[in-house]
């Protein structure tokens, strides 16, 4: 059994692939500005659900844009499982990508890792369809899409752990590039696992499937997720701004401080003159009144 795709539907998966790959390095930045423990603590836990939010987002609507000659329907507990596995995998790369240069070493193995835990949630996800024969795979395409969600999660880790750059657009165009290379991982390896699928020509639905258009869900998901990311990106652009006049706040109070101590050293050093004179004065006060005592003395 043969499946089709509907175009437009691809396209907006890996729009949400992409935009949610650039929120996920956004938060991993402020995770990584985050100077106080709780506040990263919150930030990493807003970002692993972001991210798995549209990694999952991605794969669904993936799974939407798919048609077969038969209906399908989708195991709810599993597919929220796959929901859960992807915001795992986020979790753990938000907390490498936001804790600086990588050894490598650490690096391939966190890379690994992703890209085991992506193509779990596609595999968990593609187990929740309900019908009969159950879905075969072809084992060379199945591995394929693991090495490549496992070789673009490396290279999206090694653009993400970079040293930080000092300019604005430098900054936006390194996290842009990382999104398109992290995107490519999940929708590279969804469509690879998705050609890996083999349907057997009497399949059935186990269950009988409510009768929604896929257009209008896949929609109704991307909108919720695109509004979802604004919203996540506008909280995170305040945030930005608030440590950043935070910042300019204690660097003002740090140079006013070092004025005052510098002045502090000043009038220091003055007094320091000052009783040194005083002192200069008394011995030669001193000296005038034992001459003129000597003077009385010879007259």
């Avoid at 195991?75 to 986020?90: E, F, Q, R, V």
């Avoid at 502090?264 to 034992?290: M, P, W």
């Amino acid at each position: 059994m043969i499946g089709t795709y509907d175009i437009r539907l691809v396209i907006l998966s890996i729009a949400v692939a992409i935009i949610a790959s650039y929120v996920a390095l956004d938060l991993a930045a402020r995770l990584a500005a985050s100077t106080e423990s709780k506040a990263a603590r919150y930030w990493l836990i807003a970002g692993a659900f972001s991210m798995g939010t549209g990694i999952w987002s991605m794969h669904f609507i993936g799974m939407l844009a798919f048609g077969l000659p038969i209906p399908i329907s989708y195991d709810t507990t599993i597919t929220l499982l796959s929901l859960l596995i992807a915001m795992m995998i986020s979790e753990f790369a938000l907390y490498t990508a936001s804790h600086g240069s990588l050894s490598v070493r650490r690096l391939l193995g966190a890379g690994l890792l992703m890209g085991i835990g992506i193509a779990s949630m596609h595999y968990t996800g593609m187990a929740a369809m309900q019908i009969k024969p159950p879905v075969s795979y072809d084992p060379f395409l199945v591995i394929l899409s693991i090495l490549v969600a496992m070789a673009a999660a490396v290279t999206a880790l090694l653009i993400a752990c970079q040293p930080r750059s000092a300019t604005i657009f430098s900054a936006l165009w390194k996290k842009a590039g990382s999104a398109l290379v992290m995107s490519a991982a999940i929708s590279g390896m969804h469509y690879t696992g998705m050609a890996a699928a083999i349907f057997a020509p009497n399949s059935v639905c186990l269950v009988n499937p409510e009768h929604i258009n896929n257009v209008w869900l896949a929609g109704a998901i991307g909108g919720f997720v695109f509004m979802f990311f604004a919203l996540t990106l506008l909280t995170s652009a305040y945030d930005a701004r608030l440590a950043a006049r935070s910042a300019n706040v204690a660097e003002t109070l740090s140079a006013s401080n070092d004025a005052l101590e510098k002045r502090a050293n000043e009038l220091s050093r003055i007094n320091e003159l000052l009783q040194q004179k005083i002192a200069e004065g008394i011995q030669t006060e001193s000296a005038l009144r034992d001459s003129e005592e000597r003077y009385r003395q010879l007259v």
